[in-house]
C-alpha cells in the first residue's frame, strides 16, 4: 500500500537558518505530492504541491521538487522566521485512488523557530 | 480562516456513549472529507461525500457513521465510543470532483476526549 515517511522532530532552528525535512513516499502509479503545514490550534493548510516528476512547488519561500527517481519530496526553505514555526505534513494522493481528496500522510514534522 | 466551520470544537464523552460532529463547508464547495488525527495512527482519511453521496472509504469503522445534507453540511456520528477514538477530527471541503485536483481546505478539528 500507499505509504508517506518523513523525518521525525522536532526540529530546532534560529530565525534565518536554512530549513530541509525530508520527504520520501511509496506507492503505485504516479501520485501528486503535497505538503501541508498546521499552525498551533488551526486546521492544515495547503502550503505547496506538484503533481508529476521534477514539478518543483513553491510558496511563501518554501521549495519542494517531485523526484521520481529517488521517490522523495523534500521541503526546503532558505530562511526560516519565527512565524513558520508549526507541525508540517507531507502527502500523496494516489492516481489509481477512487478520490484525489483521500490523501495519505506522513506522521507529520514539528519545526521550532527561535529568535 | 478558512471558511469551514466545525462544531463543537471540545467534546467530552464517556466510553460507550454516541457523538455527532458537524461540519460546514466553504460556500459553494460540494465535496466533505473527514480525517481523524490521533497520536497513535497520524491523519488518517475517514470517509468523502460529494453533493450528498459517498464517494469514497477510508480506515472509518464500522461504529463510525456520515453523511451530508441537502444544504451540504455533513455529520460525522461516532457510537460505542471507546478510549482508542480520542482524537481529533478534521472535516475538509473542496469544490469539485473526485477527479479534480484541487486543494483541501480544513477547518480547525473537533477535540474529542473519551473518557
Known amino acids: 500500500g500507499n505509504s508517506v515517511t518523513q523525518m521525525e522532530g522536532p526540529v530546532t532552528l534560529s530565525e534565518e537558518a536554512f530549513l530541509t525535512i525530508n520527504c520520501t513516499y511509496t506507492?503505485?502509479?504516479?501520485?501528486?505530492l503535497f505538503w501541508y503545514v498546521q499552525y498551533p490550534g488551526e486546521g492544515l493548510q495547503l502550503l505547496l504541491k506538484a503533481t508529476k516528476a521534477d514539478d518543483k512547488g513553491s510558496n511563501k519561500g518554501f521549495e519542494a521538487t517531485y523526484r521520481k527517481e529517488t521517490t522523495s519530496f523534500h521541503l526546503e526553505k532558505g530562511s526560516v522566521q519565527v512565524s513558520d514555526s508549526a507541525v508540517y505534513f507531507c502527502?500523496?494522493?494516489?492516481?489509481?485512488?477512487?478520490?484525489?481528496?483521500?490523501?495519505?500522510f506522513g506522521a507529520g514534522t514539528q519545526v521550532v523557530v527561535t529568535p | 480562516d478558512s471558511g469551514v466551520t466545525q462544531t463543537p470544537k471540545h467534546l467530552i464523552t464517556a466510553t460507550g456513549q454516541r457523538v455527532t460532529l458537524r461540519c460546514s463547508p466553504r460556500?459553494?464547495?460540494?465535496?466533505v472529507y473527514w480525517y481523524q488525527q490521533s497520536l497513535d495512527q497520524g491523519l488518517q482519511f475517514l470517509i468523502q461525500?460529494?453533493?450528498?453521496?459517498?464517494?469514497a472509504k477510508g480506515n472509518i469503522l464500522e461504529r463510525f457513521s456520515a453523511q451530508q445534507f441537502p444544504d451540504l453540511h455533513s455529520e460525522l456520528n461516532l457510537s460505542s465510543l471507546e478510549l482508542g477514538d480520542s482524537a481529533l477530527y478534521f472535516c475538509?471541503?473542496?469544490?469539485?470532483?473526485?477527479?479534480?485536483?484541487?486543494?483541501?481546505?480544513f477547518g480547525s478539528g473537533t477535540q474529542l476526549s473519551v473518557l
Open positions: 461525500y460529494y453533493n450528498g453521496e459517498e464517494r
Open positions: 506507492a503505485t502509479g504516479y501520485p501528486s
Open positions: 475538509a471541503s473542496a469544490p469539485g470532483t473526485a477527479t479534480t485536483n484541487e486543494k483541501l481546505f
Open positions: 460556500s459553494g464547495d460540494l465535496s
Open positions: 502527502a500523496l494522493s494516489d492516481e489509481v485512488s477512487d478520490s484525489w481528496g483521500k490523501l495519505q
